[in-house]
Every structure is written in structure tokens, then in C-alpha cells.
């Protein structure tokens, strides 16, 4: 018989080992998956993982991609990260993600077409701003009615979505568009377009953003004493009440923090990679941000790699698409499979199993 005994300080070893289990049974069941599907499972996991860098026809266009798809992750997970150790759960990032390239979005084109270089400087500014209003709402029901932030800020994510759908088709629509829906294209516009600093590298301004963000806040969790509040609060929320520390001002840190993030991940991809506000432009990052933080072990370096493992991931699904066949869902379903084993793994860092009668430790 199996049991589940709690051990008396978490593993360090499985704690450090956890990330990378899982990503080896991701692979394995990812390759039974595909097996299933009539795919090479072998070829399969070289074309998620080894051709996006190293294949001699498309890596040169897969290599920049990895910084573009790894920006909007890594600077979303971050905000999350944050929170997630102080017990707030921000399971909305998307709507938020949503929101800042709205608003952000909104911003520059009451300008339009001016060019003068302050466009930019105040759509990031609108972007951050709108992330952390949309975040500040399930933040303010949590203090003031004692809501469930996890439910508010989930929800939030659909009500974005309609208010997407409603300005891509009417107040940001393009005039010159001939009624399809959609925002004026801000590659067409220089001084609102987010290009590449450096040429063929995908390196924008949202991935440096996403760099300063793993930073700062590595500064300050180890180093100031807000990231010792917010890991006391996590770790022992009756003992940061008694140090002081206030649980409403917390909440409004951690959530307004990761909306403020998304929010500036938004608009950063919606003027650059994205080009232009449309129905369709919600992504997904700020859910797949959520695999990154704990994939990262929610250290701000942990996020750093993780978050460049799963846009390999992104870069390698779409490869596998185009070259075997596989359906956009399987690799969906392959990164869910990320999440849950890591989870999974993550037991065994508080929980030893004892099989009958011996310790596995």
C-alpha cells in the first residue's frame, strides 16, 4: 500500500529536481501522444525542442521568434510570480494582457498621425495602466467584500475578451479599413510600431522590458524588504500580520503589479508582433505565463528559463504543424501536460511516499 507522508522540512533536492522530471515525463507522454496520432514520436520531440534552433532551412526564422514569444511570457509570469508567493492568485493575467493592448492601443491612435516620439513612451504608459486597473478590480473585491480573487480575475478574462470584440469592430476599428475589423496596422506607423532593436535578433522593446522585470525583481525579493513581506505573507501569513504587515496593501500590491506587467506585455506585442488590435489578438500568454512562474519555480531566474523553454515549445508546435501534420490542439494538450506533471512532481517536495512499510525518499 501507498501512502503520502508529510515530510518534516520541504526536499530541496526534489524541489530543485521537480522541473526537470517533469519536463523529461512531459516528453515521454508528449511522444505517446503523438504516437498515437500517427506521428514519429522521436521526430516529434526533435521538432518541438531542437529543430525551432538548429534546423538548417528554418532556424534562422525560428531563432528570432524565440525572444518574441518568450517577452509576453516572461514578463507576464514575473507579475504572477510575486503574487504567487505571497498565497494571491492571479489566474487573469490574459485579461489583462487583453486590456493594456487596448488601452495602450487607444492611447496612440488619439494621436494618430502624429509623430512626435512621445507616442510610444505614453501607449506603454496607457498599456501598464490599463493592466492595473483591470487587475485592481478583483483586487479592490477582495479587500472590500472578501471575494475570491482566483474567480474574479478568471472571469474578468471573458468580459475582456467581449470589450476586444467590441473596439476591433467599432471604436478602434481602422476608417480606411473598408469595414473589416481590426485597428490601423502600427507597422505602417513609426512612431507607434514596436520594431526590433536589433535586426534579426526579435529582440523589441517588450523583451527588454521582460529582462529589467527579471531583474528588478530578483533585486526585490532578495534584497528589499516588500520581497520579504511578500514571501513572509506566503510562507506565514499569521506571522507577517503580527510583523505588521497589512494583507489589504499586499493584495493591491500583487495583483495591480502583475495586471500593470500584462497590461505592458499587451501592448507591446499588440505594436509589434501583433501589429494591430483584432478579434482574435487574445493569445493566451497570460494562461500559459501561469505554467512559466511555477515551471520557474516562481525565482525570477527560474522564469527567465522557463519562459524561453516554452516559447521553444510554441516555435517548435508550429513547426510540427507545417512539417508532420499534428493538430494545433495536441501541442495545447502537450503543454498542459507541462503543467500537470509539474505540479504533480511538485508533491513529492512536501510529501514523501511510504510503500509498504520503507520509505521512498
Known amino acids: 500500500m501507498i501512502r ?15 522541473p526537470v522530471v517533469a519536463v523529461l515525463l512531459t516528453m515521454a507522454a508528449g511522444g505517446l ?41 516572461i514578463l507576464i509570469a514575473i507579475g504572477l510570480s510575486i503574487g504567487f508567493r505571497a498565497g494571491i492568485w492571479n489566474i487573469g ?13 487607444g492611447a496612440g491612435l488619439a494621436f494618430y498621425p502624429s509623430e512626435s516620439p512621445l507616442i510610444f513612451p ?11 486597473a483591470w487587475g485592481m478590480i478583483p483586487a479592490l473585491l477582495k479587500t472590500k467584500l472578501g471575494t475570491n480573487e482566483i474567480l474574479v480575475s478568471l472571469m474578468l478574462v471573458y468580459v475582456a475578451e467581449n470589450l476586444l470584440g467590441s473596439v476591433s469592430t467599432g471604436l478602434l476599428r481602422n476608417p480606411e479599413g ?14 507607434a510600431f514596436n520594431d526590433e532593436i536589433i535586426a534579426n535578433t526579435g529582440a ?9 522585470a527579471v531583474i528588478l525583481a530578483y533585486v526585490l525579493l532578495s534584497r528589499h524588504i516588500l520581497g520579504y513581506q511578500v514571501r513572509l505573507t506566503g510562507e506565514a501569513p499569521r506571522a507577517a500580520r503580527f510583523s505588521g504587515v497589512n494583507p489589504a496593501r ?3 500590491f500583487c495583483l495591480g503589479l502583475s495586471g500593470a506587467l500584462a497590461g505592458m506585455a499587451g501592448l507591446f506585442e499588440v505594436t509589434g508582433p501583433a501589429g494591430q488590435i483584432s478579434i482574435d489578438f487574445g493569445s493566451g500568454y497570460g494562461f500559459t505565463a501561469i505554467i512559466v512562474a511555477f515551471l520557474g519555480r516562481l525565482n525570477p531566474i527560474g522564469i527567465l528559463l522557463a519562459g524561453l523553454l516554452m516559447a521553444l515549445t510554441y516555435i517548435g508546435g508550429e513547426l510540427a504543424q507545417l512539417m508532420l501534420g499534428l493538430p494545433a490542439a495536441a501541442i495545447q494538450l502537450f503543454q498542459g501536460m507541462l503543467l500537470f506533471f509539474l505540479l ?16 521512498v525518499a
Open 4 to 18: 503520502l507522508e508529510k515530510r518534516p522540512q520541504p526536499s530541496r533536492l526534489w524541489s530543485t529536481l521537480s
Open 33 to 73: 501522444l503523438f504516437a498515437a496520432l500517427g506521428a514519429n514520436p522521436f521526430e516529434a520531440i526533435r521538432t518541438l525542442f531542437w529543430d525551432p534552433l538548429f534546423h538548417p532551412q528554418f532556424a534562422a526564422y525560428s531563432r528570432p521568434q524565440l525572444l518574441v514569444k518568450a517577452g509576453p511570457l
Open 93 to 105: 493575467a490574459e485579461g489583462q494582457y487583453i486590456m493594456g493592448a487596448i488601452c495602450g492601443a
Open 122 to 132: 505614453l501607449m506603454i504608459l496607457a498599456g501598464a495602466l490599463g493592466g492595473w
Open 178 to 191: 473598408m469595414g473589416f475589423p481590426g485597428s490601423r496596422n502600427f507597422k505602417q506607423w513609426p512612431a
Open 204 to 212: 523589441h522593446w517588450g523583451v527588454i522590458a521582460a529582462f529589467i
Open 250 to 252: 499586499m493584495v493591491l
Open 344 to 359: 504533480a512532481m511538485d508533491v513529492l517536495t512536501n510529501f514523501r511516499l511510504r510503500l509498504t512499510g520503507r520509505t
